[in-house]
């Protein structure tokens, strides 16, 4: 959240920050902080609400995950638990690591992966290029694509790194937050050969529902039932497993967006380039721009009450979230061309 000038951001998709700061109502502001698609699924709304009253029960949850492994293409070998967000999951992964409490993350990248290993007393440490060797009991931790520069790596260059580590007894992590919209990044269908590597995937981002509150994690039982005991019983609601189970069926819905998805960024990266933004990177649902002032243009956008994301480690980035229709578009070039002629 922004208090002042010098205190940046921590997450995107929080208007209340927003608001305090230089005012207006949420209806007042485009917010394009976040990399979340602002087209959600349309789901049954009062066969969730009437959810509510309910406890998740076993077929809730079977039903839920069921779904999931036919939309990721989970092995039937490979186990999965479905969580309250990725980020519990997150908040739980040094459960993993063993006595050898060590990990490098390959980043710059989701900052909360970082804070969490930390917390723990992981000796965790941020590294811009992969290893050429590991050392024995080594984790490695790898955002796939990455946020906030949407950098890849093929699928294949992961299975070889699990190969690598596994024979160092070491343990590989790959987030696919991100990964719906390039499913064939994704290593989920190639874990059965892949003992040593476990992945996270969000729902909320590509489905458009990050209230919801629902992610999974995807690995070899010895990994995922760690996870699945620290969640305890009941650990999503009723409405997410239901929602969630809607949603990962649809498949057609899905197909959709990954299409509309491109076409709106291509939109967004027509109206960056025609403003001489530098576009260094970014996914279906990001772009990630790098100016020298881009903290300057933050600040600019936000008295128009436009929302964008910058970062603390690096004062030249700034991310924009994809407008989801030409109103939103146009209002952002306008403001683009007024902030940047001042």
Not at 11 to 22: K, P
Not at 98 to 124: F, K, W
Not at 142 to 149: F, H, L
Not at 267 to 289: Q, S
Request: charged share 25%; proline share 5%; net charge neutral.
């Amino acid at each position: 959240m922004v208090a002042s000038d010098d205190k940046i951001m921590m997450h995107g998709g929080d208007l209340s920050a927003a608001i305090a700061r230089f005012g207006g109502s949420s209806e007042d502001w485009l917010d394009l902080s976040s990399g979340i698609n602002h087209s959600p699924y349309p789901f049954d709304k009062d066969a969730a609400f009437e959810a509510i009253a309910s406890l998740p029960s076993q077929g809730d949850l079977v039903a839920c995950l069921a779904a999931a492994r036919k939309a990721y293409g989970v092995p039937d070998e490979v186990s999965i638990v479905a969580s309250p967000g990725t980020q519990s999951i997150i908040q739980a992964m040094p459960v993993l690591l063993g006595t050898n409490q060590s990990c490098l993350i390959l980043g710059p990248t989701y900052s909360e992966h970082q804070r969490a290993m930390a917390r723990a007393g992981v000796d965790v440490a941020m590294v811009q290029e992969l290893p050429k060797e590991f050392f024995p009991g080594d984790c490695l931790l790898i955002v796939n694509p990455n946020n906030p520069d949407g950098r890849q790596l093929p699928a294949k260059d992961l299975i070889e790194l699990a190969a690598k580590l596994q024979k160092q007894r070491g343990l590989l992590i790959v987030d696919e937050a991100f990964a719906d919209v390039v499913p064939e990044l994704s290593v989920v269908s190639e874990l059965g050969s892949m003992p040593n590597c476990v992945v996270l995937r969000s729902f909320g981002k590509f489905f458009g529902m990050s209230g919801i509150r629902l992610g999974f994690l995807v690995g070899h039982e010895s990994h995922v039932s760690k996870i699945r005991d620290m969640l305890g019983p009941w650990a999503v609601s009723t409405p997410a497993l239901r929602v969630g189970t809607e949603s990962l069926n649809d498949s057609k819905w899905q197909q959709q967006q990954r299409k509309q998805m491109a076409e709106r960024a291509e939109k967004l990266d027509r109206v960056l380039e025609k403003r001489n933004l530098y576009i260094a990177g970014g996914t279906p649902l990001f772009r990630l721009v790098i100016k020298e002032d881009a903290r300057e243009l933050h600040r600019k956008l936000a008295e128009l009450h436009i929302w964008t994301r910058v970062f603390d480690y690096r004062t030249d980035f700034i991310r924009f979230g994809i407008p989801i229709d030409k109103k939103s578009l146009d209002r952002l070039d306008a403001s683009l061309e007024k902030v940047l002629q001042r």
